[in-house]
C-alpha cells in the first residue's frame, strides 16, 4: 500500500492512498506526526485520512506514518513512511458568494444609479466574508442604447467600481463585462484579487452567431490563494467540451455568469444542465443570473446557486434580488462506493481523469468540423437555388 498524494492547507492534511484503510488503524492519531505535531483528530474513510488540528507555516514539513495496514492486511510501502508536505493554500474552506440583483429594466434606475445599487449587494457580500463573488452577464445592459455603445474598456465604470470592492473587503471578484479592446468587442470573464487587481481574464469562446463579439481561443483557470478557478460564459455552458478542459486544468470552482431568461424552460434548463457540468467533471459549479420582482412569469428566473461536486445544490439565491452564498470545503472528495465494479472506494473524479479516452475526444473533434462543413456546403446550395 503507497500514499499517492497529499493535499490540504495549514490546518489540515490529506493523505490519498491507492487502496482502502483498515480503519481502526487509521484513525490512531499516535501513527501520525506531521512536523514533530500529532494530530488533534483523525477522520477516514475508504482510501482517504484527513490529519486535523495541525499549526503549520510555510515551507516543507516531514510526515511520519507508522502502524497503518490496508484492509486486506497489507503493510505500508516503506517509501510511503517519510514524506514531507509544503502547504500549498493557507486554507481551504471558502466562502463563496453569487451576487444577483435585479436587471436593470426591472429597477427604473439609469445606470449610474444602477451600478451603486450592484455595488450595495457585493458589499453585503463583502460583510459576510466572502472569499470570492461573482456577478451576472450584462449588468453593463442600459436600455434604449445600442448595445456596442456599452462596451467599455477595463478599467471603465463598472469594472472600477468591483475592483474597487475588491480591494475594500480584501476579497476575489469576478465580474462578466463587455470589454471594449481597442476596435474588438469581446465577452470577457475578469477576476480581481484581494488587493482590487485584475489578475486573470477568460474571453468567452462559444458565441452566438448575433452576438457581435470576438470569440477567445480557450478555456482556462487561475490558482489563487484557496485553490482554483474557471469561468464560462452563457452560451459556453450548452457544450461539454468547455468544462471538461477546465476540469483536466484542475478547476475546483466553475463559475457561469450568464443573463439568461425570457422563457418558462430556462430555469429548469440552467439549474439543470450546471448540476450536469458539476457531476460530469467533480468540480463546484457557480451560475449567476438576475432576479425579478415577480415569482413567476417572463423574464430573469433568478436561481444564482452554488452547486457542489455531487450534483446538490448547497446554496441558492431564489427567485428575488439577493446572495446565495455557502462556507465550502475544497478538500472534500467525491466518492463512491464500488465505482467501476472495484469493492474500494474511489475518488471518483481522479478515475475519469485516469480513465478519459483522449483518442475518442480527438474523433469528436474531427467530426464537429467535418458536420460544420456539411452545413457550410448545404447552405451555401440552398442559397444559389433561391438566387437562380
Avoid at 201 to 230: H, L, N, S
Avoid at 261 to 270: L, N
Avoid at 281 to 288: A, G, K, L, R, S
Wanted: charge should be neutral; charged fraction near 25%; glycine fraction near 10%.
Amino acid at each position: 500500500m503507497k500514499v499517492i498524494k497529499i493535499t490540504g492547507d495549514r490546518e489540515r492534511i490529506v493523505l490519498h492512498f491507492d487502496a482502502d484503510l483498515d480503519l481502526a488503524s487509521a484513525r490512531c492519531p499516535e501513527h501520525y506526526s506531521v512536523a514533530g505535531q500529532t494530530p488533534e483528530l483523525v477522520t477516514a474513510v475508504g482510501r482517504l485520512v484527513t490529519l486535523w488540528g495541525l499549526d503549520l507555516g510555510e515551507g516543507e514539513h516531514p510526515v511520519t506514518l507508522t502502524g497503518l495496514v490496508s484492509d486486506r492486511g497489507e503493510a505500508l510501502d516503506p517509501a510511503s513512511r517519510s514524506l514531507t508536505y509544503r502547504p500549498p493554500y493557507h486554507r481551504r474552506r471558502v466562502r463563496v458568494t453569487a451576487v444577483q440583483p435585479l436587471r436593470i429594466t426591472e429597477t427604473g434606475m439609469d445606470y449610474p444609479a444602477y451600478l451603486r445599487y450592484v455595488m450595495s449587494l457585493v458589499d453585503e457580500a463583502g460583510r459576510l466574508g466572502s472569499d470570492i463573488v461573482s456577478l451576472p452577464e450584462s449588468v453593463q445592459y442600459q436600455p434604449g442604447k445600442p448595445k456596442a455603445q456599452m462596451f467599455e474598456p477595463i478599467p471603465g465604470p463598472y469594472s472600477s467600481l468591483l475592483s474597487e470592492r475588491a480591494r475594500r473587503h480584501q476579497m476575489y471578484a469576478l465580474g462578466a463585462f463587455y470589454e471594449r479592446r481597442g476596435d474588438t468587442l469581446c465577452n470577457v470573464a475578469v477576476l480581481f484579487d484581494r488587493r482590487g487587481q485584475p489578475v486573470w481574464r477568460y474571453q468567452k469562446v462559444f458565441v452566438t452567431e448575433v452576438a457581435q463579439v470576438a470569440p477567445g481561443d480557450g478555456f482556462c483557470v487561475y490558482r489563487t490563494d484557496f485553490g482554483v478557478i474557471g469561468a464560462m460564459i452563457c452560451f459556453d455552458i450548452l457544450y461539454p467540451e468547455g468544462p471538461a478542459i477546465m476540469g483536466l486544468q484542475g478547476a475546483e470552482i466553475v463559475f457561469f455568469p450568464h443573463g439568461i431568461g425570457g422563457v418558462q424552460t430556462s430555469e429548469d434548463f440552467v439549474v439543470t444542465v450546471s448540476r450536469t457540468r458539476a457531476l460530469e467533471n467533480c468540480f463546484y459549479v457557480v451560475p449567476t443570473g438576475f432576479g425579478r420582482l415577480v415569482d413567476r412569469g417572463p423574464g430573469n428566473f433568478g436561481r444564482s446557486c452554488i452547486i457542489n461536486p455531487s450534483g446538490v445544490i448547497v446554496a441558492d439565491a431564489g427567485h428575488g434580488p439577493g446572495l446565495a452564498s455557502a462556507l465550502i470545503d475544497l478538500e472534500e472528495v467525491r466518492l463512491a462506493a464500488g465505482y467501476g465494479g472495484q469493492a474500494a472506494y474511489n475518488d471518483v473524479r481522479e478515475r475519469l481523469i485516469r480513465e478519459r479516452r483522449a483518442d475518442i475526444c480527438r474523433q469528436l473533434a474531427e467530426v464537429a468540423h467535418q458536420r460544420r462543413s456539411e452545413m457550410w456546403f448545404h447552405r451555401r446550395h440552398t442559397e444559389r437555388q433561391e438566387a437562380e
